[in-house]
């Protein structure tokens, strides 16, 4: 019987934990960004919000991820302005390194 359903669970087992055929994103091109800034003077979760909500309203920005441990904060995208970045952490208040 232990036997049996040992079978069942590596004969399923492997098809069912498969996941979906994973599809490359069409619309990813060259002109794809993947920006990484840092931000020493972020020190708690409202800095990392506000640059993170800042940035988020820059042209082209699909995510903005503000890392409180490491000051980091990546930007990906689609033409992503650089210069519009810095701007936009100045204007939360904060100065990229
Ligand atoms: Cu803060």
């Known amino acids: 019987m232990l036997v049996l359903v040992l079978v069942l669970v ?3 087992g492997p098809a069912s934990a498969r996941p979906a055929a994973r599809s490359t994103p069409r619309g990813y091109s060259r002109r794809m960004s993947n920006l990484t800034y ?3 003077a972020m020190h708690c979760g ?3 919000a506000a640059v993170e909500r800042e940035i988020s309203q820059v042209p ?3 995510l903005v991820e503000a890392d ?8 990906r995208g689609e033409g992503v302005d650089d210069a519009a970045v ?3 952490i100045r204007e939360a208040g904060y100065e990229a390194a």
Do not use: I, Q, Y
């Open 68 to 75: 409180l441990s490491t000051k980091h904060v990546v930007v």
């Open 38 to 40: 840092t931000v020493p």
């Open 86 to 88: 810095r701007e936009a």
């Open 60 to 62: 082209g920005v699909d």
């Open 46 to 48: 409202n800095c990392t």
């Open 10 to 12: 590596l004969a399923l």
